[in-house]
């Protein structure tokens, strides 16, 4: 109820008119279809990450000069001097150009995680993805790939031609060519990644590299320098399960009768990555970035 004083001071109601069409303001609506990420999604981004960053042209050029050169260099020395190879299969020449050449793998594969960290990239990436697991499987298939093509077309490449340079060697059976290509392409991919499981551990690139040299390194080192009888047992140990022995295995060059022999030092190397990569798993979901 009101008073005729308010009736004839009251303000005079707004005109209701219909709401025009067309569209709101304040809304937006985007023309791009909105769908949850995938794992395919975390490849193609590690994809694009590690094939437009300079470490990687460098790392896989030096690798390809040092598989290539001293594969070849090995080769030519081998038919100047022409000495009498007996059964020993001249694939065995190009131990000596990955041997080096790994460590080209492992650098790449410390500073495919742990450079994210140096530069904090690493908190974009989880910010894009969450999903931590993901992201370590996605770098890890990516790497694992790309090491394991380019090792292998290297070893086969100079395989092909040592076999040419060096005719009156005895001819490689299938096994052997197998083993010395496409085994020691897993081998080597193989300690990449057990690079990068000790990268994401250590999240720093110079201590993580340094951890790995000696791990391939230092074994070999320490068994030279046991010289009594009583470390024997330990410097047979050593000499056999060091990686560089263990590659030399895919060459048919085996130290020992008891040692590792065949594919044994493949399935060892997987092990042991398998282990390092689920540390690496319980680290990224464990610790702060």
Excluded at 165 to 173: C, E, G, Q, R
Excluded at 198 to 218: E, K
Aim: glycine content about 10%.
């Amino acid at each position: 109820m009101t008073t005729p004083y308010q009736q004839q001071h009251q303000p005079p109601h707004p005109q209701q008119h219909p709401q025009a069409p067309g569209p709101q303001l304040g809304t937006y609506t985007s023309p791009i279809a909105v769908r949850r990420a995938t794992f395919g999604d975390a490849l193609a981004s590690e994809w694009t990450k590690i094939r437009s960053v300079r470490s990687t042209m460098w790392t896989l050029g030096v690798l390809i000069v040092l598989l290539l050169g001293l594969g070849l260099l090995a080769g030519f020395a081998v038919r100047a001097s022409n000495p009498d190879m007996g059964t020993t299969s001249v694939l065995v020449l190009g131990f000596y150009g990955v041997l080096l050449g790994q460590i080209c793998v492992i650098t790449l594969g410390v500073l495919t995680i742990a450079s994210e960290y140096g530069t904090g990239m690493i908190r974009t990436t989880l910010t894009a993805c969450p999903s931590r697991a993901r992201i370590l499987a996605a770098k890890s298939v990516v790497f694992f790939l790309l090491a394991f093509v380019i090792v292998t077309v290297g070893t086969a490449l100079v395989a092909v031609i040592q076999t040419a340079l060096v005719p009156d060697a005895p001819t490689p059976s299938a096994d052997e060519w197998l083993r010395a290509t496409v085994g020691v392409g897993l081998y080597v991919a193989m300690i990449g990644l057990l690079s990068l499981a000790v990268g994401a551990l250590i999240r720093h690139s110079a201590g993580s590299i340094t951890i790995m040299i000696g791990v391939v390194l230092l074994p070999l080192v320490l068994a030279l320098f046991m010289f009594t009888e009583s470390l024997s047992g330990v410097r047979d140990f050593l000499m056999e399960y060091s990686i560089p022995s263990q590659l030399g295995v895919f060459y048919g060059a085996t130290i020992s009768e008891t040692g590792p022999s065949g594919w044994d030092p493949l399935w060892i190397i997987t092990g042991i990555t398998a282990v390092a990569l689920g540390g690496a798993f319980l680290s990224l979901n464990s610790r702060d970035v």
